[in-house]
């Protein structure tokens, strides 16, 4: 029995993912308002995880031998336990998107760009998504209303009202 959007609960949640993926990856998309309404609320609790986490981060020392021989000290950072904790959450709620060759570039230079990436959806969350959203919530003094949604003309053919869902800058 069709529920909201007059789909299943299992196939809204995956088209939720994939449209949720999509917003994140490209900044916009145009899809129905019913689905950009739905969207909404859904992308807001994943960047409000990716702001509330992302500098939770440890550093530690270890030695390790270069190429030739030598033990060299290094820095190492990984994710505290409230990041690595956001960090799965929100790998649940989206589809991982692979990073596409750019036009123009060598593949030597692509695998060079996207070496050791293993997530690139999750990484731009992360690194750039966060950050601009918690310098904005500091500057403005409130947090959310991250995204905006567009009203366009009906659709052709079925007359669906469209819509095109942002985030904002």
Do not use: C
């Amino acid at each position: 029995m069709p529920g909201k959007l007059g789909v299943t609960s299992t196939i809204r949640k995956s088209m939720l993912r994939n449209l949720a993926s999509d917003l994140l990856w490209y900044g916009k998309i145009e899809t129905t308002l019913a689905r950009a309404k739905e969207l909404r609320p859904y992308v807001e609790k994943i960047i409000t995880l990716a702001v509330n986490s992302y500098t939770d981060t440890t550093s530690k020392t270890v030695t390790v031998k270069d190429a030739k021989g030598k033990e060299v000290t290094k820095k190492v950072f990984s994710d505290g336990a409230k990041k690595l904790s956001a960090r799965r959450k929100i790998m649940t709620l989206v589809h991982d998107i692979p990073d596409a060759q750019q036009p123009g570039e060598k593949n030597a230079d692509y695998k060079a760009r996207v070496k050791g990436i293993k997530h690139p959806l999750i990484e731009k969350v992360f690194n750039e998504i966060a950050p601009k959203y918690a310098e904005r919530a500091e500057k403005l003094g409130q947090g959310g209303g991250y995204t905006r949604i567009y009203h366009l003309n009906n659709r052709r053919g079925d007359d669906a009202e469209m819509a095109i869902i942002e985030l904002v800058d």
